[in-house]
């Protein structure tokens, strides 16, 4: 048997935490001589080792005090095997609760940059629209209706379009040049500086949809809101979408005449 001070000395814990462990009937000592010396002999070393285990992967001491008294019931190896699989079901938990988290933040953060706290609620009604949806590799994915007649392919092309709330760079590409429109919508969407930025949006919406043009136009009609409706996408209300369409509709047509008089 060894004294306290060995112990805590062996395990590089504090006298202070064995005296704790004692206190709330963790771990206590083997034998405590008249003048207060405490003993552990090698079961209270082993049991003491098991519980830096437990602590090191995430339990509680509540959780490993439990375990302990579960293990007087059943045998050692079985109350283990089902205490860790509770544990790794916990953490899974978590972790989910935590992407969660993670999806939200970034989602405000991104609609901050975008729009500014401007309108608090509609942030709060789309988060509670998206608890009961699940997560897919940390994001909540948009939904497309099976009216809409998607093929294979360009079911493959919308769901690897960036997610506002993602970790994905090209979604704070598409912020910063939305940002830029945003601050030039008291312009004409006809002016060079408009048409410059027209010109990036164009080139970066195609690239995203794999150069399907027609289906880049089914999907901005699909995000489009109406007059009075409000945006399916947080921040894409009808007036700044109105103003993207005009400025990408001038874009095209100049493109289009270019075109045309460089083939002449």
Not at 164 to 189: A, C
Request: overall charge negative; hydrophobic content about 35%.
């Amino acid at each position: 048997m060894i004294l306290i001070g060995e112990l805590a000395k062996k395990t590089n814990i504090s006298k202070r935490t064995l005296h704790y462990y004692e206190q709330i009937e963790l771990l206590q000592p083997t034998r405590i001589t008249e003048n207060g010396y405490r003993y552990y002999d090698e079961g209270a070393i082993l049991r003491l080792q098991k519980i830096i285990l437990l602590k090191s992967i995430g339990y509680t001491l509540e959780q490993i005090k439990e375990l302990f008294q579960n293990q007087e019931n059943k045998e050692e190896h079985e109350t283990w095997i089902a205490s860790l699989n509770e544990q790794i079901e916990l953490i899974e938990q978590k972790k989910d609760e935590l992407s969660r988290k993670q999806y939200y933040l970034r989602s405000t953060l991104h609609t901050l940059k975008f729009k500014g706290m401007n309108d608090p609620e509609s942030l709060l009604q789309i988060i509670a629209n998206m608890e009961d949806r699940p997560l897919q590799e940390g994001v909540v994915r948009p939904e497309f209706s099976d009216d809409l007649q998607l093929t294979s392919r360009e079911m493959d092309i919308l769901h690897c379009l960036p997610v506002l709330g993602s970790g994905d760079k090209r979604m704070e590409e598409l912020l910063t040049i939305f940002q830029r429109v945003q601050s030039m919508m008291s312009l004409s969407p006809y002016s060079s500086k408009v048409q410059a930025i027209a010109g990036q949006l164009y080139e970066m919406a195609l690239e995203l949809f794999d150069g399907d043009e027609k289906l880049l136009d089914k999907y901005w009609e699909l995000i489009k809101p109406g007059d009075a409706a409000e945006p399916v996408v947080l921040g894409m209300d009808h007036e700044f979408m109105s103003y993207i369409d005009e400025m990408i509709r001038f874009f095209l047509k100049e493109r289009e005449e270019n075109a045309h008089e460089g083939g002449k």
